[in-house]
Each structure stands twice: as structure tokens, then as C-alpha cells.
């Protein structure tokens, strides 16, 4: 059973940046995505970012792509999620999640099997 640990979550302001972590404790392979989802209070989960371990493919979340950067290193077993220019929008629990689907259906969370606890992200002034 893989296991997913994120950290790099806390409070900040508008405008400054965030870097997320996500550590996959456990067998991973190549061919595996590894995504970012967000879940704000009162709101539906949501699609952020998703990655393979090699660097790509890569896809975002249209409204995202302009301010976060996903990445991956596969050497460490992590990913990361460079967000910046955060707003009070960007406010949510953030989530990676590994999945074994074919690349097309990455930016689905109903194809991720393995889940995070996931790390608070809050942007007030």
C-alpha cells in the first residue's frame, strides 16, 4: 500500500507563495501520475495538477496553470506544487493522490486509488 504524506501547508497573504510536498512512502513506477486536488469548505473536490514521475505529462487545471507548477522527483519519491500569487480563493485542503490509469484520465480523481491526508492552505490578510 502506497503511502502519501504532504507538507509545506500554513497561512499566508495575498500575493505570496507556497511550495507544497507530497512524499510517496512505498513502490512506485514510471507509468504512475501523481495529481494535486483541493477542497475548499462547503466546495466539491477539485482538480489542480497532475504530473508523471518522469516530468510528463503534465496537466492543470486551466484557471491554475498561470500560478502553480507541479513537479516531480522521482529519485526522492516526491512531488511538489509551486503556487504562487496566492489568493483568499486558493483557500482549501490540498491533497496529492497516485494513480495507475492511462494518462488521459489523469485530471479525474475518480482514477486515483492512493490519497493523502492533505496539507491546509490559507490565504488571509
Known amino acids: 500500500q502506497l503511502q502519501l504524506v504532504e507538507s509545506g501547508g500554513g497561512l499566508v497573504q495575498p500575493g505570496d507563495s507556497l511550495k507544497l510536498s507530497c512524499v510517496a512512502s512505498?513502490?512506485?513506477?514510471?507509468?504512475?501520475?501523481m495529481g494535486w486536488f483541493r477542497q475548499a469548505p462547503g466546495k466539491e473536490r477539485q482538480f489542480v495538477a497532475t504530473i508523471g514521475w518522469s516530468g510528463f505529462p503534465q496537466y492543470y487545471e486551466d484557471s491554475l496553470r498561470d500560478r502553480f507548477t507541479v513537479s516531480a522527483d522521482h529519485a526522492k519519491n516526491t512531488v511538489y506544487l509551486q503556487m504562487d500569487n496566492l489568493t483568499p480563493e486558493d483557500t482549501a485542503v490540498y491533497y496529492c493522490a497516485r494513480t495507475g490509469s492511462a494518462f488521459n484520465n489523469w485530471p479525474s480523481d475518480l482514477v486515483y486509488d492512493s490519497w493523502g491526508q492533505g496539507t491546509q492552505v490559507t490565504v488571509s490578510s
Open positions: 512505498g513502490r512506485t513506477n514510471s507509468e504512475e501520475g
